[in-house]
């Protein structure tokens, strides 16, 4: 009798156990991860980014999505509302944010390194923010190829002349400099289709043989 | 000898509690509608680029101006005082947080951050005095849960099914576990996905700002469905992991409701009226009762009333204006 009653609870708690965690099976349902995974290693391969944290945020990124709760405060703070959230695509990730340069640079305001509550993004001096750094590909930059003078990414750098500035050769093709930060104005303004300027890892950037 | 002579009466205002828990939640929402307009309206001004809008954000711009002109002259600046939603906000410079997001923030990095901490502080010491009262008088999803409770009701008068079922309350407890728990396996804030308060703050600003709902608004409906089919208010009686954290935290709470046991008739309208199915007409609110004052509000003789203890009062028997207890007692007599 105890025995039965014993399994009967037993069972009573495993059905208690699975109904608890149906919410989170639809949840994650609802955010699929394969997919997600699937999408960054084609970006990877790429060596182009377009899912790029915001800055000050930590560069480990299961760290980053450790300490991120979703709430929404960088995005909400964001002057140029260039910080967007994964959605449907980011499992784990869901509702964590990321700014996407082809669509819009962050113009490193700070805002919301210092509006985050936790520690996702930490407010970082304007030296050593980190998101990466621009690169450009010199078969495809007009002035680069010779099609004509354009300047755009040289023009809009918040940075200016530690980040990015003209060939000395010729003072219309531009090059990348050491101080660049990552912040994806100039991908934003390259008015070249196939953008031949782009944000890559810092280690995977190849700003000394660019610049030499 | 009349009954009524020497009966404690509930202070008056409190019957009126319940208008003001109404208008608490409808600011609260509207605050959640407005602040993404009002972050809209900051990166129109901050472009400093009015020409170049389209005549419907132009229109925007235009309306937020004059509510706004009379407050700041500087919009991208001053607009930034209020920000965020109930899962984490700013609020004239003071950082507020859910318990719940300090607790998974925890469990999915499997350390302290003081500062985030810190945030939740002023949540956690309300929680302990007033109990589980943010479910009643500040989750914008309550604002929701409860006009889709009416909304049953008008259902079930029209003659169609609406589910009442009971299940255990301790399943949200279990919720709140397993959620925990998978936060720590899997590193991230988990929670935040399921937890409604979370959803409803976050898919209005991506509605309003981002141009769209995002996957939290198809597991908000699928809420209300559970509300409206299976449960009333179910999903914040049996699943809701942050209801479940501030049942824990409220369990020896201060503030609670207490029957007057000489006032009572019995009639209980307060157990028809509780949106979390207890029971108040038996003195039994227990952990879940969230102090929502729709009982006092309610009840027809002025038997319900707050009183300051960290235990529910005992059990008082049937009311002594009820059939039951005046039968009992012929000698006492009707006044």
């Known amino acids: 009798m105890q025995r039965r009653s014993a399994l009967q609870r037993l069972i009573r708690g495993a059905a208690l156990l699975a109904a608890a965690s149906l919410p989170y099976g639809v949840a994650r349902l609802l955010a699929p991860e394969a997919r997600a995974q699937n999408h960054n290693r084609e970006h990877n391969r790429e060596h182009k980014r377009n899912h790029i944290r915001p800055p000050g945020a930590l560069k480990d990124d299961a760290a980053f999505v450790a300490a991120c709760i979703g709430c929404g405060l960088c995005g909400e703070v964001c002057p140029p509302r260039c910080i967007r959230f994964h959605d449907r695509d980011g499992g784990g990730k869901v509702n964590t944010p990321f700014i996407n340069p082809e669509d819009k640079g962050c113009t490193l305001c700070n805002k919301c390194m210092a509006v985050c509550p936790t520690e996702a993004l930490i407010e970082t001096p304007l030296d050593e923010i980190d998101m990466g750094i621009a690169q450009i590909d010199r078969a495809a930059c007009y002035p680069w190829v010779d099609r004509g003078i354009c300047g755009a990414c040289v023009s809009v750098c918040p940075l200016g002349e530690r980040a990015i500035g003209f060939e000395m050769w010729n003072q219309y093709r531009p090059i990348i400099k050491d101080g660049c930060v990552g912040c994806g104005l100039c991908v934003e303004v390259c008015p070249e289709p196939s953008l031949p300027i782009w944000i890559v890892d810092r280690a995977e950037g190849t700003v000394a043989r660019h610049t030499v | ?335």
């Open chain 2, 1 to 335: 000898m009349s009954l009524t002579m020497g009966t404690p009466k509930p202070f008056a205002l409190w019957r009126h509690l319940n208008k003001l828990r109404w208008l608490s939640l409808s600011i609260v929402f509207a605050m959640l509608v407005a602040l993404p307009f009002i972050h809209v309206y900051q990166t129109y001004t901050a472009a400093h680029a009015y020409d170049l809008l389209a005549p419907a954000e132009k229109q925007l711009y235009d309306v937020m101006e004059t509510l706004t002109a009379a407050f700041t002259d500087d919009p991208a600046e001053d607009l930034d005082a209020i920000k965020g939603n109930t899962w984490s906000g700013s609020f004239f410079g003071l950082q507020l947080s859910d318990p719940l997001a300090v607790a998974g923030q925890m469990a999915a990095g499997l350390k302290l951050y003081a500062p985030f901490l810190l945030t939740a502080l002023i949540p956690v010491l309300f929680t302990l005095v007033l109990g589980r009262f943010f479910c009643g008088w500040i989750c914008p999803a309550t604002f929701l849960y409860e006009l889709n409770t009416n909304v049953s009701t008008w259902l079930a008068r029209l003659g169609f099914k609406v589910g009442n079922r009971r299940f255990d309350l301790r399943l949200k407890y279990a919720v709140l576990g397993v959620g925990l728990l998978l936060s720590a396996a899997t590193g991230s804030v988990l929670m935040a996905a399921i937890y409604p308060p979370a959803i409803v703050g976050r898919e209005l600003y991506y509605a309003i700002a981002l141009g769209g709902f995002g996957a939290g608004a198809a597991f908000f409906v699928g809420t209300l469905l559970f509300d409206t089919l299976v449960a009333r208010r179910g999903f914040c009686r049996y699943l809701c992991p942050g209801g479940a954290l501030y049942s824990l935290l409220g369990r020896y709470r201060l503030l609670r409701i207490r029957r007057i046991v000489e006032n009572c008739n019995d009639c209980a309208k307060c157990n028809a009226v509780c949106e979390f199915g207890l029971d108040p007409l038996r003195d039994h609110f227990g952990q879940e009762c969230n102090n929502c004052t729709a009982c006092i509000a309610v009840c027809p003789t002025q038997a319900m009333t707050f009183v300051l203890r960290p235990t529910d009062f005992p059990k008082q028997g049937p009311g002594h204006l009820g059939k039951q207890y005046r039968r009992a007692h012929p000698d006492q007599g009707a006044h």
